[in-house]
């Protein structure tokens, strides 16, 4: 089974960047569409970006023009730039398959403070 590990959040000032990261244990992002995932407290896990195996990327409607999806295959690793964060980006962020079927990691905690 293949282990994901997220990593690169923080507490940053509204207005500020994060640079997330998701190292696989296994090659998979040249063979699935990858997202990255968040879940705030009290609300249900949602699909924030998205990558196609071409390359394509997709943005939930809250993200879009902030965010930037890319992965590196050659690495395993796929990432998430975040900028002009706003305290409704509070959330626990994580990686997976698009739709996923992979064990959820741990997840990194992004906080942003207004």
């Known amino acids: 089974q293949v282990q994901l590990v997220e990593s690169g959040g923080g507490l940053v000032q509204a207005g500020g960047s994060l640079r997330l990261s998701c190292a696989a244990s296994?090659?998979?992002?040249?063979?699935?569409?990858m997202g990255w995932y968040r879940q705030a407290p009290g609300k249900q896990r949602e699909l924030v970006a998205g990558?196609?195996?071409?390359?394509?990327?997709n943005y939930a409607d809250s993200v879009k023009g902030r965010f930037t999806i890319s992965r590196d295959n050659a690495k395993n690793t796929m990432y998430l730039q975040m900028n002009s964060l706003k305290p409704g980006d509070t959330a626990v962020y994580y990686c997976?398959?698009?739709?996923?079927?992979?064990?959820w990691g741990q997840g990194t905690q992004v906080t942003v403070s207004s």
């Open positions: 997976n398959t698009v739709p996923s079927y992979l064990s």
């Open positions: 296994g090659s998979i992002f040249n063979r699935n569409s």
């Open positions: 990558i196609t195996r071409s390359g394509n990327t």
